[in-house]
Structure formats: C-alpha cells, structure tokens
C-alpha cells in the first residue's frame, strides 16, 4: 500500500538515525526521535496513523496545516483522533482559532484561506 510505503521509509529513516547518529542529537532531539520511532510502530492509540499523517506532512511546503484539508488522506482512519495523537506526543502544535499571527498569513499561501481566516 501507498500509506505503508511512506510509513515504511520514515521508520527507516528513524531507525537508521537513531543507530548511526543518535550522538549528534540533544537530550531533547533524541527523545523525539524515539517518541516517533515507537509511533512508528504502534498499533495503538493512532500512532501508526500518526506517522502516517507526519509522513505526509513532512512532504509539504508550509508550515501551519488547517485540520480539515487532510481529510483527503483516505488511508488514516480519524483525521482528528490522529492529530490529538501527534499533539498529545509534542510532535504537533495547535493554534488556537483566534490566534493568528503575522507568520501564519504569511505561510497561507492561497486566497480561499486567507478569506476564510480574515472573516472568522
């Protein structure tokens, strides 16, 4: 499967960094690495929908992502569940609704969403 292939060449990423480089990584990177390491694995609580939703995400340009354009991930089962998962983990952050800032319109990069932001 499509979902798996990306799932697979981030676990091997991880693994292989953890292996050869984990020297090279803080405390902190290093902790990181091993909480996506064992997402990657999981069969549980989301977490290998969670790697396979920050696999998907490593691939786009910007930086700030609305939850409701990944729906079109077809291979993660509960987009919202699997965003918590990621959230609960540090490995995604939230932005509150209200908290727009000047770096987040400029990582909005089509009209439809800075109109939706500006009118909410």
């Not at 697979?8 to 984990?22: R, T």
């Not at 409701?68 to 919202?80: H, K, Q, R």
């Not at 319109?105 to 800075?114: A, F, G, M, N, R």
């Amino acid at each position: 499967k499509k979902a798996d292939f990306y799932l697979n060449i981030v676990s091997e990423i991880l693994d292989f960094s953890i292996a050869k480089y984990a020297h090279l990584f803080d405390a902190t990177e290093l902790q990181q690495l091993q909480t996506m390491q064992q997402l990657a694995t999981s069969c549980d609580g989301g977490g290998s929908d969670g790697m396979r939703l920050l696999s998907r995400l490593l691939l786009r340009t910007t930086q700030w992502f609305r939850v409701a354009s990944l729906s079109s991930y077809a291979e993660i089962a509960d987009i919202d569940t699997t965003v918590r998962v990621l959230q609960t983990h540090g490995i995604l952050m939230a932005s509150q609704q209200g908290d727009i800032t000047r770096e987040l319109l400029q990582c909005v990069h089509h009209k439809p969403s800075i109109i939706a932001l500006a009118t909410k």
